[in-house]
């Protein structure tokens, strides 16, 4: 029983730790907080819902095209609106605002060509899993852990080890530095972007099979990857993973423990406690990448 | 030239003064005959979270009123027309539009209203008005609990629901000694709910009925229907191995809960939820095969055996079905259109000529009197029973909780449905089921423990 609480929160926080990734790095990179992050994520359900019912295919092998398309979305949404709002007086508070104002647009958006029906689809993983020692591990939610585990290890590659990922963190750290040195920051802030949106695309695909969308779905996933990136450390990776991890484990624990209605009470009251002991967050600043 | 014209339209308004004036003793004879207006307002959220269920409530009380007024209106002579307002999924907007509607359209009466949340809000603006809230769907107890006199139910109370689930459970004793080897009473049973007052007050009513019955509840436990994730309430249930799992919820979750649980292999003997999300074609659509044999208890019965009704509405009740199926191309056994079609019919066919016949007049207050006085038999509704309203003078308490409703249909009873092959059919009580209960999760079914 203990190693199946263990396991499904593991698993749950793998999904958490995917959804808030894209934001983190994002805020790490650019400075800016993407209000309409679950926004993008329910349009990524959508179009892996959508994929599947009309094209039929697989929401696994969708992710070969929201990946992209979404790396294009994001460009796009970078150099529209974004973008302009750079640089300028109170970039911080405009660039909310304008991602709020996406957010909202894009919930509507949704509502009026989808309607506010709750959506799901039935794939050959919906409802089985895998038994291993005893535990049942649900198939949807250990594939999302696994590609979860993969973007971090790939993700820690390309920032660690390449060249665009020094670049990365040299913008992080330092933007007038970085662009002293020659760095193309522009360049690096839409690609960061770019592939932040596309995290968040990736992880509404990877949901869709386990879980159900509607127009608003993203409002909760916003609200739970805002948690997770405070309580991990704003702008690190790793606090976003650390993070996803330790509310997964929290609510499953305190789900079997006490009630499923407290869960969430004692998620937040961990992430108050920490927030306390520890203000940057668990990964704060000294671990920033 | 001046004076002429000065003249010329003194004789006309002298013309049409004359005219007039003999025109108001026409219409005043006319009253008794046939000037009685029969106008109503009805408040649906056909936009916002709730919009699905709630377009699909306003289209089954437009059919309802469409298929009175061809026949010429209520008894045949006085055509319904309506004022709608959309109350976009929020109580707010409902209690507003429904002071809009009864302060600028002038309505006697408010039909709707979808939520308990947007019932409790319309209903404090027709008591402020004194206009009767004929509802139709928000089933929460405390909606009635308030001693409002111009707010009624003809449906059976949330916590009727889930009495109603464990009373057919005792009443299926033989059946379970047979196969679990032991009696209902001994049974394990897990009650989970979403924590909202609907999921609540049908918990209250399944509690209070296993108390009763001193039955084992191993389990009792409340979620957020917004939760994303279920598995920590059903690794809970697996660990209590219970013979009877109670479950309320909403389309989403019922939809999560069912995947979670074939994932964390869950297995229970008798499985029973209660209506809301269970009993709706997007829960199907969104669980497929699973649906079946599924109980679901609604306070309507899905999909019944017509005998129980009387001819006419047994015709009505085909007609209803036909007519449905032709334009939306799926049949209406899911209880949400079914429940408004025939609470509007019941208002229409019974309660307005009663008001007439006993006032002259289609007002407020007339309606009211004629909704406290009712006694209309089963047979001649299509609800599947009879329709008594309590009063704040004499209010109806009930048997689960002991509370004191005003205004709630106290002869109002839950009915069991069961789904084969994707439709609800009515199995519970025996004069209006189709087919014979399925009580235990048969084997091909993922939750069935075998």
Redesign the interface.
Known sequence: MLLQIIASGLLLGGIYALVSVGLNLIFGVIKIVNLAHGDFLMMAMYGTFFLYTVQGINPYVSTLIIFPAFVLIGVLIFRLIIKPLLGKAETEVNTIIATAGLGFVLQNLALMLWKSDFRAIETNLTGKSYEFAGIMLSAGRTWAFVVCVAVAVLLYYILMKTKVGTHVRAVSQDTEAATLMGINVNKIYTLTFAFGIALVGLAGVILTPTFYVYPTVGLYFNTMAFIIVVLGGLGSFTGALIGGLIIGLIESFAGVMASAELAQVFSLLIFLIILFVRPQGIMGKSARV | MKRFIGILMLVVFMMVAVVGCEKQPEADGDKAAGDIKIHVGVIEPV??????LGQAEYDGIQMAIEMINEKGGVMGKYPITFDFADSQSDPAIGASEAERLITSKGVPVLMGSYSSAIAAAISEVAERNKVVLWEMSGAADSLLLKGYEWTFRNEANASAWGAESVEFIMGNDAAIQEKLGKSAKDLVVAIVHE?GPYGAAVADGNRATAKKYNMNVAVD????A????????I??IK?ANPDVLLLTGY??DG??F???A????LTVPILITHSGGHSVQ?FV????K?ADFLMTVDPVPCNPNTEGFSAEYAAIFEEFVSRWTDKFGVPPYHHVEYRQFAQTMLFFNEIVPAAIEASGEFTAEAVAEAIRNADIPAENSLMGHGAKFSTPDKPWTDPWLGNQHTGQNYEARAFINQYFDGTLVTVWPENLAKQEAVLFLPAEH?LARK
Not at chain 2, 226 to 233: A, F, G, N, P, R
């Open positions: 936009t916002g979270p709730q919009a699905p924590d436990e409340a979620y957020s917004k939760s994303v994730d279920l598995s920590s309430i690794l809970k660990s389309v989403n939809i999560l069912n995947r979670q074939k994932e964390l292999g997007a659509d969104g669980v497929g699973d993922p």
